[in-house]
T-cell receptor, first 114, second 112 residues
Framework: DVKVTQSSRYLVKRTGEKVFLECVQDMDHENMFWYRQDPGLGLRLIYFSYDVKMKEKGDIPEGYSVSREKKERFSLILESASTNQTSMYLC?????????????FGPGTRLTVL | SQQGEEDPQALSIQEGENATMNCSYKTSINNLQWYRQNSGRGLVHLILIRSNEREKHSGRLRVTLDTSKKSSSLLITASRAADTASYFCATDAGSNTGKLIFGQGTTLQVKP
């Protein structure tokens, strides 16, 4: 079974701190994604990566950056955390298979920025 | 921008009843997928229906797709308390990047 793990389930940080959220998948998937989920807004795509060192902005990239140095690992970075980045962060991965691109999700990281 | 919009936003039924959730989208798609999310957890893929398919079944799940109306429905038959969760539709608009656009979800409560 595909397994996607995220480094923390809960995280509390202070405004202005640099925050790293790590995601690791064990199924050799090409694609990896970072979403944030807020009540009433559903899942919004922050960044995604379709290959090592490749990244593309999603719908809400402002205030975030990403790093993909190895195929299995995709990191989300909050350069200077702000209170409006308090949210649930979800990582996902998928194969590049035309017409069948089911995404596998990690358990999520609930980030609180004080 | 939201591609999938789901209806209703919340649904409460008794165990044993059927639950129907609807999803509408705006652009043409390669496929449409349904996911389930238990409270505070990640999403789990339930079923995928391709644009050239009209209906698909998986256990107690039945998904329909009407590309002329740009809509899909998810039917859960004989619901159980364990089906209590949020359900999301997601569309693949064919960008070949694997990108999906998720709806806002329907929260289903099944009362025992």
């Amino acid at each position: 079974d595909v397994k996607v793990t995220q480094s923390s389930r809960y995280l509390v940080k202070r405004t202005g701190e640099k925050v790293f959220l790590e995601c690791v998948q064990d199924m050799d998937h090409e694609n990896m994604f970072w979403y944030r989920q807020d009540p009433g807004l559903g899942l919004r795509l922050i960044y995604f990566s379709y290959d090592v060192k490749m990244k593309e902005k999603g719908d809400i990239p402002e205030g975030y950056s990403v790093s993909r140095e190895k195929k299995e690992r995709f990191s989300l970075i909050l350069e200077s955390a702000s209170t409006n980045q308090t949210s649930m962060y979800l990582c996902a991965s998928s194969l590049v298979t035309s017409g069948y691109n089911e995404q596998f999700f990690g358990p999520g990281t609930r980030l609180t920025v004080l | 921008s939201q591609q999938g919009e789901e209806d209703p936003q919340a649904l409460s039924i008794q165990e044993g009843e059927n639950a129907t959730m609807n999803c509408s989208y705006k652009t043409s798609i390669n496929n449409l997928q349904w996911y389930r999310q238990n409270s505070g957890r990640g999403l789990v893929h339930l079923i995928l229906i391709r644009s050239n398919e009209r209906e698909k079944h998986s256990g107690r799940l039945r998904v329909t797709l009407d590309t002329s109306k740009k809509s899909s429905s998810l039917l859960i038959t004989a619901s159980r308390a364990a089906d209590t969760a949020s359900y999301f539709c997601a569309t693949d608009a064919g960008s070949n990047t694997g990108k999906l656009i998720f709806g806002q979800g329907t929260t289903l409560q099944v009362k025992p």
